[in-house]
């Protein structure tokens, strides 16, 4: 059984930088997309980044200040988050879709306030 255990979020001042990880255990043996989604309160949940087949989409208000990568030796995934602004407070979740299974982190909250 796959699942996607997030961690990395906190409060930050705005211009700050957090880094999330997502680490990923399970059997895994064909990866269509993995990345992050975020969902603020009283908000559908909105893609941040997508790699699917090795490229990587980022949400226009992401461009520039996030990044997503990961280790593959340690099967986890990152989004560094650089000059945080209040708008990017959400809860964030990784995604993974296998084949035709999609599988999602518990989320990590992300705080950016002064």
């Known amino acids: 059984q796959v699942q996607l255990v997030e961690s990395g979020g906190g409060l930050v001042q705005p211009g700050g930088s957090l880094r999330l990880s997502c680490a990923v255990s399970?059997?895994?043996?064909?990866?269509?997309?993995m990345g992050w989604y975020r969902q603020a309160p009283g908000k559908q949940r909105e893609l941040v980044a997508l790699e699917i087949s090795g490229s990587t989409n980022y949400a226009d208000s992401v461009k520039g200040r996030f990044t997503v990568s990961r280790d593959n030796a340690k099967n986890t995934m990152y989004l560094q988050m650089n000059s945080l602004k209040p708008e990017d407070a959400a809860v964030y979740y990784c995604?993974?879709?296998?084949?035709?299974?999609?599988?999602w982190g518990q989320g990590t909250q992300v705080t950016v306030s002064s």
């Open positions: 399970g059997s895994i043996f064909s990866i269509n997309a």
């Open positions: 995604y993974l879709n296998v084949g035709s299974q999609h599988y």
